[in-house]
Each structure stands twice: as structure tokens, then as C-alpha cells.
């Protein structure tokens, strides 16, 4: 059965950047940092983790030999527009690293060109929203990919040549969804291998009045 990733965990505590990115440095778990304030976050269910590997082993394949390369959820991104500092599920980046200049350990980049988040129900309005919100502020960013933890279902947020995102969704363990910023397919049977998702209840027949 799967369950949720709890997000938050902790009260937030407001910070410095600086306060922050020293704090994160020994810190026993990830924190989000949102415009001074410090969020702990929670680890995610085995459910969550495994589609996170099976996603990010299918895209590492398909790129593999080329200039991308796949990143998990412990490198922490920077979006400077709205001063977050978090941690996706999973990021693509192409090139050389960009570093953030406020992270004196390096350990900091700005420049993804994919980002990945793995839904859930506590994480689901937040990645949809305020986080989608900020993810669309960073210049390099072409395409954002939620994946549901509930169900088969992929969706993707490709960026068009005139600003507007396109919408597009794969929905079915048959399906495959298309990342259009590389021309590749992930099979959804890939992605969710090992999930087994609660049967559909069954239809229940018209009762006679």
C-alpha cells in the first residue's frame, strides 16, 4: 500500500542564506530554505524511492554518452529569483556545473534542465503550486515532470519557444510519456516497476427504487 512523504516536518525557522547554508552543512536531514524560512523535511516511503531510482535509471540510460547528466534528490538546487533553496527528487543538468555564488561549499547549483517531483498527497498542492511557481523563474529550465505516487500517471510541462508551457500526460502502466527536452520515451512500466498499486473498486449495480 503506498503512503505519503510527510512534508513538513518541523516548525519553520527563519535564517540568513548564509545561517542556513552553514546549518545544512551538518545537518543529520535536508531542509528547504524559502525566502528566510527553514523547513525540515521528512524521508520519503520505500514506494517513493523506488520510482525515484526507476525513473532516474531511465533517463540515466538514454542519456548516457551524451552531455546530461542524471542527479538524485541530494544535490540542492537554488532558484535566486525567489530564494529557494530545495531539493528535487530528480534533476538533469546539461554542461558544466553552475555553481551558486552564495555556497561557499559547492555543494549548490542553478542551472537544471529538467526537474523531477514525485507526488504525493502532503507534497502534491505544494509542488503544484508555490514550487512549480518558483521552478518557472529559472532560465534554464525546459521541462517539469511530476510523477504520481497514487497511480500510473506522468505528467510533463515542456517550455515552448514563446514562454508558454505545454501540458502533457501518460496515464497507464501501457503508457509511455515523451521528454521532450531529449526526444526520449520512458515507459511507464519502467518507471513504476515494483509498485503495486490498491485494485479499482469494483462497479456497484444501480439499486431499483
Known sequence: MITDMEMPVTTPVRLSVQEYLRQEVTALEKHEYRNGEVVGMAGGTPEHSLIIMNFGGELRNRLKGGPCRVYESN????????????????SVICGQLQLDRSDRTRTTVTNPRVL??????TTEGYDRGDKFRQYLTIDTLEEYVLVSQALPRIETFFRQPDGAWLFTHAMGVDAVV????????????????????????????????
Do not use: C, N, W
Open 75 to 90: 544535490l540542492r538546487i537554488h532558484i535566486p529569483r525567489d530564494s529557494l533553496y530545495t531539493y528535487p527528487d530528480l
Open 116 to 121: 523531477v517531483e514525485v507526488l504525493s498527497r
Open 178 to 209: 515523451k521528454i521532450r527536452s531529449f526526444g526520449i520515451d520512458v515507459p511507464l512500466s519502467e518507471t513504476y516497476a515494483g509498485i503495486v498499486f490498491p485494485p479499482e473498486p469494483e462497479p456497484t449495480e444501480p439499486q431499483a427504487f
